[in-house]
């Protein structure tokens, strides 16, 4: 299960809050005292979300007695707190496109999807197989956030079917950021064909992108 902010007890989000508001970070004590809760009680939690990723802590030099810890949040633990990405991005689109046209659109998509592609270089081995390959590429899409998987058509063809569509919202409101995914699955297998035969957002029961070399 994904992690957000509300999986978390009521105490730990107000602990994150906290550090959230703290530009410079916060001590145990200073958690505590905000919290009206025991050192102790502050550690655990604090242990708890190191252990997640959603904390660090650095050592501050002191002056007078011994150094303290100075806690704030992670990449990750910024990342709980809701941020409107879609809104953003729909706003965005609807604004590139009127002002430069559809076609030209979607030669930004192809692009965009071309230099998703490149930053992923390397990690699919050119020397490999194409399942081979497509076995790798289906794991950096896992950490793009598709639910897909490699398949093989009743042609003998293979395939790759994404459960979900990370763009669902953006996709629906244009068919042209379709485009992202087939530019993106087509550079990362050295420009394989890409046929996108099923579309979640246009009533398909997945998406399913069809591989011919």
């Known amino acids: 299960m994904t992690t957000s902010l509300n999986t978390l007890g009521e105490r730990q989000q107000s602990l994150l809050k906290l550090l959230l508001s703290s530009h410079t970070g916060m001590t145990v004590d200073e958690l505590a005292q905000s919290l009206n809760i025991s050192r102790n009680?502050?550690?655990?939690?604090?242990?708890?979300?190191?252990?997640?990723?959603?904390?660090?802590?650095?050592?501050?030099?002191?002056?007078?007695?011994?150094?303290?810890?100075?806690?704030?949040?992670?990449?990750?633990?910024?990342?709980?707190?809701?941020?409107?990405?879609?809104?953003?991005?729909n706003l965005l689109i609807h604004l590139l496109r009127s002002k430069i046209g559809t076609a030209e659109f979607s030669q930004y998509m192809i692009e965009l999807g071309e230099g998703v592609a490149k930053q992923y270089q390397g990690q699919i081995k050119e020397n490999s197989s194409l399942n081979e390959q497509l076995t790798q590429l289906v794991q950096i899409m896992a950490e793009l956030g598709y639910e897909a998987r490699t398949s093989i058509n009743s042609k003998g063809f293979a395939e790759i079917i994404a459960d979900n569509c990370v763009f669902h919202q953006l996709a629906a409101?244009?068919?042209?950021?379709?485009?992202?995914?087939?530019?993106?699955?087509?550079?990362?297998?050295?420009?394989?064909?890409?046929?996108?035969q099923e579309c979640i957002v246009r009533g398909g029961n997945c998406c399913r992108f069809v591989i011919s070399q």
């Open 173 to 196: 409101e244009c068919k042209a950021v379709c485009e992202l995914d087939i530019a993106f699955i087509s550079a990362a297998l050295n420009g394989v064909s890409v046929d996108h």
């Open 41 to 89: 009680a502050v550690n655990q939690h604090l242990i708890n979300m190191e252990g997640s990723g959603f904390i660090k802590n650095e050592v501050q030099s002191s002056t007078g007695g011994r150094p303290s810890k100075q806690y704030s949040l992670t990449s990750d633990g910024r990342e709980l707190f809701p941020r409107h990405y879609d809104l953003f991005a």
